[in-house]
């Protein structure tokens, strides 16, 4: 096992090398804008850009973070970033569905025993009543877009325990910020929200956890997607993926394969990696050990699981037309299961 510190070296001299290798070939390290979120289900593209993985394959890496995953389809499909990652939603499959971003690769999925996202009451609405998932009906959630993957987990949810979702009275709030604020201040009786935000509110008492929807309703949740113009590259295309395969596989072998308990050690081996999650993630190395996503280490997307998700958007309305799967994903770079 190395040390942490040779560890951080050989993550630096791979940054380091990377443009004068380069420079070798007589190609200028090519600017990659990556679309992304800051809850850990983007793990594989953080520690891809931070241990130099984009880097050393030519290219010279930005994070651009959103607040919310419906902005990031549409910025690939206007081509202000060349790869996405975050949950699918009604704009993402209608945008894909008009052909100006291809879905390519898989991303975390909601799985059991993998806390990601949660099911929270607030503190008022738990003291009168709310205090199971079967009772939504007739209350206020806060989700972020109607569309949204917090929209069709409660979906999941009604169909799990076979109440109707038109008594939930649905509040999109475009942002987590905003649903976290009006869930504190008692403006909605629940939301869904990432471990990137749970922990504080359940700690401080505001918030009660009544589940985690991966433990509730697995499904496929995230995904990749890249520009029109990055999927007509057949080439640069293959190349990003293979760097966020390499980013997936660190993930999957170094940190989902320590886990004891549900829990990471933090050691010579783990820290670095959690060091990176912390940073982009902005939540401590600690609360990041307990509640690591699963993300598959092959990258591979889950077809079925979109294709339910695609049908029930377009019964609802939220997808202009229904579709299959297959006709918004490239399955040629390999990373369909």
């Given amino acids: 096992m190395v ?9 630096a001299a791979i940054t380091t090398l990377a443009t004068p290798l380069a420079a070798a070939t007589g190609e200028a390290p090519r600017r990659l804008r990556i679309g992304t979120l800051r809850p850990i289900s983007s793990a594989p593209l953080f520690l891809a850009h931070d241990l130099g993985y984009f880097a050393e394959a030519g290219f010279e890496p930005e994070l651009v973070f959103f607040d919310a995953a419906q902005p990031i389809a549409v910025a690939a499909a206007g081509g202000d970033i060349d790869i996405g990652c975050c949950a699918f939603t009604g704009g993402l499959f209608n945008l894909a569905g008009k052909r100006v971003l291809t879905v390519v690769a898989g991303g975390s999925p909601e799985a059991p025993g993998y806390p990601l996202v949660g099911y929270l009451a607030g503190r008022s609405a738990f003291e009168s009543g709310l205090t199971s998932l079967r009772d939504f009906p007739g ?7 109607v569309g949204s993957s917090y929209h069709y987990s409660l979906h ?35 939301a869904l929200l990432p471990t990137t935000i749970l922990p504080d509110l359940v700690r401080s008492g505001a918030a009660r956890l009544l589940g985690w929807v991966g433990d509730e309703t697995p499904w496929q949740m995230c995904g990749v997607f890249v520009s029109q113009r990055v ?43 959690l060091d990176v999650l912390a940073r982009h993630s902005r939540q401590p190395v600690e609360r990041i050990a307990e509640t690591l996503p699963f993300i ?9 699981s979109v294709q339910d998700q695609i049908d029930w958007m377009a019964a609802a309305g939220l997808v202009s037309e229904r579709f299959p799967v297959r006709n918004i994903v490239d399955a040629d770079f390999g990373y369909i299961a």
Avoid: H, W
């Fill in 139 to 145: 209350r206020s959630v806060a989700i972020t877009q």
């Fill in 156 to 190: 999941l949810l009604a169909r799990k325990y076979g109440f109707d979702l038109g008594t939930v009275r649905l509040q999109p709030l475009q942002s987590l910020s905003n649903m976290t604020s009006a869930l504190t201040g008692g403006r909605v009786d629940a």
């Fill in 296 to 304: 598959r280490a092959d990258g591979k997307l889950i077809l079925d």
């Fill in 231 to 273: 999927a007509a590259d057949r080439a640069l295309a293959a190349r990003i993926l293979q760097v966020y395969r390499r980013g997936c596989e660190t993930y999957a072998e170094t940190l989902l394969a320590a886990r004891v308990n549900g829990t990471a050690p933090i050691d010579a081996a783990t820290r670095p990696l």
């Fill in 3 to 11: 040390s942490r510190r040779l560890f951080l070296g050989a993550a």
